[in-house]
Nanobody, 125 residues
């Protein structure tokens, strides 16, 4: 099970940190990804990280603004989002796949089998 939290309403230029808590997951190293979907748009990959050895990868359009990290002790993956823009408004999801390692190719939603319910992020101008 994956549960996201940390979404909310923020002004442009502000920051939010999303959390993705995993429960009942196996021990091991596998990819956890962050995605988002804005109304009327396709879901897009933002970042991924390996649960154990980190090694994050980012979509080009979030590099320098978003950072993902993993806390194995808490079974939690974070997405720190800085300098938020109105176009960042979307529902944000985390996803995992036990057979996948994070790489630039692992930013596709089709690579992941397990998804959280999403958390809404709204950025006002």
């Amino acid at each position: 099970q994956l549960v996201e939290s940390g979404g909310g309403l923020v002004q442009a230029g502000g920051s939010l940190r999303l959390s993705c808590v995993a429960s009942g997951w196996p021990v091991g190293d596998y990819a956890i990804g962050w995605f988002r979907q804005a109304p009327g748009k396709e879901r897009e990959g933002l970042s991924c990280i390996n649960r154990r050895d980190n090694d994050p990868h980012y979509a080009d359009f979030v590099k320098g603004r978003f950072t993902t990290s993993s806390d194995r002790a808490k079974n939690t993956v974070y997405l720190q989002m800085n300098n938020l823009k109105p176009e960042d408004t979307a529902v944000y999801y985390c996803a995992a796949d036990f057979m996948l390692r994070c790489s630039p190719e692992a930013l596709s939603e089709y690579e992941y089998d397990y998804w959280g319910q999403g958390t809404q992020v709204t950025v006002s101008s």
